[in-house]
């Protein structure tokens, strides 16, 4: 004989053999799910915006601000007062600044004046910063969008020459210069910064340019633009930011550098203020309170470019990490 199903076996056997659940377990388990998923990324997201997250973000902006406060403060302070008590003493005891620092700083009582220096960094580093700009780009465009023999084996090549220290290229550079009788010109740093920041700007460029869609350059393609019209009209107007994030490291880099410019620049009509800076403490050790002066006087310029640039600084960070 056979048994004939209840309603209650018959729901079980009807949940058994399609595999479902009831509604309220399926409602509940979604609810688990729902608050379980999106419960840790809220809860890193309350953590960076709460209050001890900012109060830690304001100290850290404080103990790297108090350094360049010191500087500043020193900078305005007479040689006998910056001899006697801490910059901190100002506070309590103010009194004792003057600006001839500062006029020391810019006087030409040396072979040149200061202006001449300052003028012949701008020299060195606006072509230090446009060449590997325009040359990364173009290398960049061609590893991203044109198809060639050897393009990945030449793309991990130029990548892998990041790790080549400067240091070692000098000395083969020094020795290329002399031979061709470039050496004390403004060529040799020109084309020693452009050489030791192509790798990198190449990276970053060609990362940037390979998130831009395809279907860009393909509708370009189809209009009849070549490469040069696809480069120039079509992408560099969004690789701006990309170019401008490049553009304010490269200058910070050139603009403080001392090494490449000692070693490269031999004529004092040719050196930039770094080397003047540093002859301050060397040719003037009596007057080591010029320093802050001076150091001061050269970080007007990057300062007001990273300003100026700081929209597209962050542009250029943040271009590619999203999608929309």
Request: proline share 6%; glycine share 8%; no cysteine.
């Amino acid at each position: 004989m056979t048994a004939i199903p209840t309603p209650a076996s018959a729901t079980a056997v009807a949940e058994a053999t399609s595999g479902t659940t009831p509604s309220s377990d399926i409602h509940d388990k979604l609810g688990r799910r729902g608050k379980q998923g999106p419960s840790r990324a809220g809860d890193a997201a309350r953590a960076l915006s709460s209050p001890w997250a900012s109060v830690v973000a304001v100290i850290l902006a404080i103990v790297w601000t108090v350094p360049t406060l010191g500087l500043l403060i020193t900078s305005f302070r007479e040689p006998r007062a910056i001899q006697r008590s801490g910059w901190w003493t100002a506070f309590t005891n103010p009194g004792g600044f003057t600006l001839d620092n500062y006029r020391q700083a810019l006087s030409s009582d040396g072979e040149l004046a200061m202006g001449q220096y300052f003028l012949n960094s701008m020299v060195i580093t606006i072509p230090a910063v446009l060449l590997p700009l325009l040359l990364a780009s173009l290398a960049a465009y061609a590893f991203a969008w044109i198809e060639f023999p050897g393009r990945n084996w030449l793309f991990v090549l130029v990548f892998a020459l990041q790790i080549v220290p400067l240091q070692v290229a000098l000395v083969p550079l020094m020795q290329m210069y002399v031979k061709t009788g470039l050496i004390g010109t403004f060529w040799t740093v020109w084309l020693s910064h452009t050489a030791f920041s192509l790798p990198l700007a190449i990276f970053l460029l060609h990362n940037f340019m390979r998130e831009i869609p395809r279907s860009l350059i393909e509708a370009a393609r189809v209009d009849g633009a070549g490469h040069v019209r696809t480069f120039f009209q079509v992408l560099m107007p969004l690789i701006v930011p990309a170019l401008a994030s490049f553009a304010i490291f490269q200058f910070l880099w050139v603009w403080n550098d001392l090494l490449v410019a000692l070693i490269f620049m031999n004529s004092p009509e040719v050196r930039p203020l770094t080397v003047y800076i540093a002859d301050l403490a060397g040719t003037r050790g009596s007057a080591w309170y010029l320093l802050s002066a001076g150091a001061f006087i050269s970080m007007i310029v990057p300062v007001v470019v990273f300003l100026s640039m700081q929209r597209y600084f962050v542009r250029g960070l943040l271009a590619g990490g999203l999608k929309g």
